[in-house]
T-cell receptor
């Protein structure tokens, strides 16, 4: 079974550049989550969608971050302009939007901003 | 905001030993999940708990949902080298409804000496 697919796996960019991370959730899952993982702060929820609609974006750190889900099989997380402190591993996860449905994670995108 | 306190932060044990880690919260949770993360990969679900007092096993892993609904533990029996990784607890509060929104602990890093 295809799991959550993220691309790219690694991204190295210079400060000020735009970065776009991509996610394809598990087919049939209608909830999608973007997490950021750092040594200092652990796993932080940035934003999540239910049926393609953003439900809670309170974890998005700044206006430089934006996320979209144009359809049920694709989501993007964009950082513009990027800064060195954005360096982290970004995970996408999906689940069914039913009670007690667990999250399934992708393998993440390791972002390095120099 | 709600927090999960996970302990210990790290463990270094001998192969064959049993391992125990736990998570506590000041808030009530109605779901507890335990994930394992290998280097370069996303967290993978190990065990899900949905009822207070529930005790669930998955091979050498056993986890329990605390009766107070504010804690959970994970035990690994007869550890082997491939148990190495970071273990995360995660919980869902009653107020999260069907959203799937999870709160994660800080993780327990397990190292196993052959």
């Amino acid at each position: 079974d295809a799991g959550v697919i993220q691309s790219p796996r690694h991204e190295v960019t210079e400060m000020g550049q735009e970065v776009t991370l991509r996610c394809k959730p598990i087919s049939g899952h209608n909830s999608l989550f973007w997490y950021r993982q750092t040594m200092m702060r652990g796993l932080e929820l940035l934003i999540y969608f239910n049926n393609n609609v953003p439900i809670d974006d309170s974890g998005m750190p700044e206006d430089r971050f934006s996320a979209k889900m144009p359809n049920a099989s694709f989501s993007t997380l964009k950082i513009q302009p990027s800064e060195p402190r954005d360096s982290a591993v970004y995970f996408c996860a999906s689940s069914l939007s039913v009670r007690n449905s667990p999250l399934h994670f992708g393998n993440g995108t390791r972002l390095t901003v120099t | 905001g709600q927090q999960l306190n996970q302990s210990p932060q790290s463990m270094f044990i001998q192969e064959g030993e049993d391992v125990s880690m736990n998570c506590t919260s000041s808030s009530i949770f109605n779901t507890w999940l335990w994930y394992k993360q290998d280097p370069g990969e996303g967290p993978v679900l190990l065990i899900a708990l949905y009822k207070a007092g529930e005790l669930t096993s998955n091979g050498r892993l056993t986890a329990q949902f605390g009766i107070t609904r504010k804690d959970s533990f994970l035990n690994i029996s007869a550890s082997i080298p491939s148990d190495v990784g970071i273990y995360f607890c995660a919980g869902r509060t009653p107020g999260s409804g069907n959203t799937g929104k999870l709160i994660f602990g800080q993780g327990t890093t397990l190292q196993v000496k052959p």
